[in-house]
């Protein structure tokens, strides 16, 4: 891979420079707190690290932190893991996310849409009211800070108040969406003991009603926890027997009262994805995940009262709770509530269009698939307001930055991000000041100390390493639930470098300053010493027609050889002859390395994938090492359970 160096595919002009709030913030900081007045981001990046302190300090007074109580200092513990952030401050993170509600009394807070694509508005009044009495309602029901509050819901305004009130309380807010099976929830929740359960009685997804009460009733018997379900009727149906009605705790008129918790105070528990075992319970703070948040979405994001932030994202996804921390900045959020391609490809391009998105992210693997699908967004939508359009989930290949840049607008901030549940934020990504280059992230964020490091954990430049950060960062996680001794937490990201946070993903920090993803360093290709990321043969391989999906296994072999299978999924009327076999051979050698050429290409039905639509590698090489499907996998995290049987039987013709 060349890090020469390229022309950017854009860059940002000086109007938008200047105006980016990004730059004020680094001329105040430069005024305030001896922040560099020159070098524009790579200085004021440097400065974030090296002055941890002084940058977080200064992000709490630029966006104006209310502290009921002050803190003592910054930084207390400094270690990581274990690092403690603003000890002896008290605030809540709910009472933030409602402050725009005295500016900007009627304007929408909120923007819901579903599959008819019409917009319904939430003012900030009315979501301050319905946080408020929902708020007083769950303290009536005794809920205390730190017990458990649980949504099983799709995205939509009800999910919002229900966690915001569940942070006014100081409980602490979990979900999952209803696409998720119950035991795929149960999983998740038994894990942390709710004490309320919000639900819908189904939801609709693809043009279908899919009607989720048998699974409610499973819930409501195998969380002996619960004090209370709450019945949210979205396809119209009476609440189940013993069930509370959404409407009557929600009528009240009543101010929010926000309860007063230590910063480090737990916010709410995310989900890893579960491949493998228990989903890890990660559980990260209210005054962690404030800050963070108004870093990353006020600085990194540009977002302000004036924009409106649309993500396509479910609640069963960190980009759900980050899309809500859009209310921090004062932002109009925008929640889609259906298929990211219903009535056709198009329509999350249109769902910008009707609710005048100014930033607007998606999947890389949404943006592939319209490439593939031949939709011109800029030729069918007015996508007039759109500044940014923002990527996750996967790297998103050079071929969608390209398509994006031709397809959408020339002048178009392209944000790939990449970061993770384990931080609810980005690592690296967005900077409204930057330029964009093809199949690059901008930068890292600031007071993220990313590099890349070799296995000896010497940091590298324009090579691959592993992505580690090497001081702390605010919304890192607290604990695990359930990990008294913390040694599961340790055990995910600090026993390779110790004190030295290591994510499982193989990067590239280039000597321009930019970021490159290659894929998952636990399922890296290392063939002859050389390694390569999945994403990287992803993107060529499915840059031919003939190729739905694939998936590439590296897999050790007890002799010492290495066995690296290519899995195709074929798109409709395609045959895997020859001919197709030849090119898709050719097209890794050329574009790639012939070291990478796969030992064996074979069709098969599906790629498995996560409930959050990650292809799943490291599962099916356990399979294909022969490890039994029950102990490779959790069955409960994966779309398509039945798509393992193949692998499966795979594995047993080879044995």
Not at 21 to 36: C, K, L, S, V
Not at 110 to 122: G, I, M
Request: glycine letters at 10%.
């Amino acid at each position: 891979m060349s890090t020469a160096n390229p022309q950017p595919l854009w860059q940002p002009d000086p109007q938008r420079i200047a105006q980016a709030r990004i730059t004020r913030f680094q001329a105040w900081a430069a005024e305030h707190h001896g922040a560099p007045a020159e070098g524009g981001y790579p200085a004021l990046h440097r400065w974030s690290v090296d002055e941890l302190d002084t940058f977080w300090k200064a992000v709490t007074e630029w966006f104006d932190v209310r502290f009921s109580t002050p803190y003592a200092r910054v930084l207390g513990e400094r270690t990581m893991p274990g690092a403690q952030w603003f000890p002896g401050a008290t605030l809540n993170y709910a009472e933030h996310a409602l402050r725009a509600a005295a500016d900007r009394a009627d304007e929408p807070a909120l923007l819901h849409v579903d599959e008819t694509h019409e917009p319904r508005p939430v003012s900030w009044t009315a979501l301050r009211r319905q946080v408020g009495s929902l708020a007083a309602e769950l303290r009536a029901l005794g809920v205390q800070p730190g017990d458990r509050v649980s949504g099983y819901l799709p995205n939509i305004p009800q999910a919002v108040v229900a966690l915001l009130a569940t942070a006014a309380v100081g409980a602490v807010w979990t979900s999952c969406a209803p696409d998720f099976g119950a035991r795929s929830v149960l999983d998740r929740f038994q894990q942390v003991e709710p004490v309320v359960l919000f639900t819908v009685d189904g939801y609709r997804y693809g043009g279908k009603e899919h009607d989720r009460r048998d699974v409610v009733a499973e819930l409501r018997r195998e969380l002996p926890t619960l004090r209370a379900v709450v019945h949210i009727p979205l396809l119209g149906t009476e609440p189940p027997e013993g069930a509370l009605e959404w409407a009557a705790l929600t009528a009240g008129d009543t101010e929010p009262v926000f309860e007063q918790v230590p910063f480090d105070h737990p916010l709410w528990v995310l989900y890893s994805s579960g491949t493998t075992g228990l989903p890890k319970a990660i559980v990260q703070s209210q005054g962690g995940i404030l800050v963070e948040h108004l870093k990353q979405l006020g600085l990194h994001c540009d977002l302000g009262p004036e924009e409106r932030f649309f993500w396509y994202t479910s609640t069963g996804w960190m980009m759900w709770n980050f899309l809500v921390s859009g209310l921090l900045t004062g932002t109009t959020v925008v929640l889609y509530d259906g298929s990211p391609g219903y009535p056709d490809t198009g329509a999350q391009w249109r769902v910008a269009e009707r609710t005048g998105a100014t930033l607007y992210g998606t999947s890389a693997a949404y943006v592939m698939a319209c490439r593939k699908a031949g939709v011109h967004p800029a030729r069918d939508y007015d996508l007039s307001r759109v500044k940014c359009v923002a990527t996750t989930g996967s790297p998103l290949p050079p071929d969608g930055f390209r398509w994006l840049h031709d397809e959408v607008r020339e002048d178009l901030w392209i944000a790939s991000v990449s970061g993770g549940t384990d931080v609810c934020s980005c690592f690296a990504g967005a900077v409204p000041t930057l330029p964009v280059y093809t199949g690059e992230l901008q930068a890292p964020g600031l007071g993220t100390d990313l590099q890349s490091w070799d296995p000896s954990g010497k940091p590298v430049v324009d090579e691959v390493g592993e992505l580690v950060v090497t001081r702390p960062m605010p919304s890192m996680p607290i604990h695990f639930w359930n990990d008294p001794d913390g040694s599961r937490y340790h055990d995910s990201y600090f026993d390779t470098y110790p004190g030295v946070w290591r994510h499982g993903d193989w990067i590239t920090v280039t000597s321009r300053g930019t970021v490159i993803i290659h894929g998952r360093s636990d399922s890296t290709l290392n063939r002859q010493g050389v390694r390569m990321g999945s994403a990287d043969i992803y993107e060529v391989v499915e840059r031919l027609p003939e190729i739905k999906e694939s998936l590439v296994i590296g897999i050790e072999q007890p002799d010492g050889g290495y066995w690296m299978p290519l899995f195709v999924h074929l798109a409709p009327g395609a045959v895997l002859d020859e001919a197709l076999l030849d090119r898709i051979k050719q097209a890794i050698r050329e574009q790639l390395s012939p070291r990478h050429i796969p030992d064996e290409i074979i069709e098969v039905p599906g790629v498995p994938h996560t409930l959050t639509g990650k292809r799943i590698e490291v599962p099916v090489k356990r399979l294909l090492q022969g490890t039994p499907l029950e102990k490779a996998v959790n069955p409960g995290s994966i779309d398509d359970l039945a798509l393992l049987g193949f692998y499966e039987e795979l594995a047993r013709k080879r044995a």
